[in-house]
């Protein structure tokens, strides 16, 4: 886990896979969008809930330790470094757009659900979550380069 | 009569105490002024320890302080982990007494490009 990454920054090697892997996830959602736009239904499921879950373990395994261990005990004091806030700011749109990614797999995947808690505008919230995904994974790319790259911030 | 007896031999007991106690204090302070305490600095600047490696007697403190602009830790290779510092903030410090002679490397979690080394002979 502390080994040296290979993407050339100072970042650890599983800094360096995990952002692939979200850039890879970040595709693959756009991806199961145009499977839904050629009617492929069954294929933009099982693409989109792919997704879901393996950013669900890699948020739950490697994100939250790392949050807690590097930034939490620093904010709110520390907020005002972007070092801290970009952090901050991919966290929270993070968790609340796989949160809403859940609810949409639940709600058009099981049954689990009561029927007044269901989605009906499923285009509307589809969408959406994409969007918020993609502007969590935008900041998760500043994240990893202030952290790891920061001469790209320098003058 | 007991009480004013009690009462006598405790003043007198508070005033042996105070008149010791002085005493004892400098005692103490002269056995601690005694010891030889020495400190060593380790800058962390531009993603790196300077010096890269430190010698130092056993009983030195090291302490390690942040000049980036960015945090940092300073962590213990060795496992079990010598010591292990919290993300060290800009101008935050660290410090570790290293009782024993051996050689004691260690990097930074966050960027583990970043590596020193600590000698204690």
């Known amino acids: 886990m502390f080994n040296e990454g290979f993407l050339g920054t100072a970042a650890p090697s599983i800094a360096d896979l995990i952002l692939l892997l979200e850039l890879a996830m970040g595709a693959g959602l756009l991806a199961g969008a145009w499977l839904a736009r050629k009617q492929r239904f069954q294929q933009h499921a099982w693409c989109q809930s792919a997704v879901v879950f393996l950013n669900l373990a890699v948020i739950v395994l490697v994100m939250m330790p790392s949050f807690q261990a590097h930034v939490l005990p620093k904010i709110p004091a520390k907020l005002g470094k972007v070092y801290y806030s970009l952090a901050t700011a991919h966290g929270i749109l993070g968790i609340a757009a796989e949160i809403t990614a859940l609810y949409i797999l639940l709600s058009a995947g099981t049954g689990l659900l009561p029927e007044r808690a269901r989605i009906t505008r499923y285009k509307t919230w589809m969408r959406g979550t994409v969007a918020l995904w993609w502007v969590a994974l935008i900041l998760g790319i500043a994240t990893y380069a202030r952290w790891y790259a920061p001469h790209f911030f320098k003058a | 009569m007991k009480n004013r007896n009690l009462r006598v031999a405790r003043l007198a007991a508070a005033l042996a105490l105070g008149l010791t106690w002085p005493t004892a204090r400098q ?21 790196s320890f300077s010096p890269a490696v430190l010698t130092v007697p056993a009983g030195t403190t090291v302490t390690w302080t942040n000049r980036d602009d960015i945090p940092h830790t300073v962590v213990s290779s060795d496992d079990p982990k010598a010591f292990k510092s919290k993300v060290l903030d800009t101008d935050e410090k660290f410090s570790f007494t290293f009782s024993k002679a051996g050689s004691y490397p260690y990097f930074c979690s966050v960027h583990p490009k970043m590596v020193g080394k600590v000698v204690v002979q």
Request: charged content about 25%; aromatic content about 10%.
């Open chain 2, 27 to 47: 005692k103490g302070f002269t056995a601690d002024a005694q010891q030889t305490v020495s400190l060593a600095e380790v800058k962390i600047d531009n993603f």
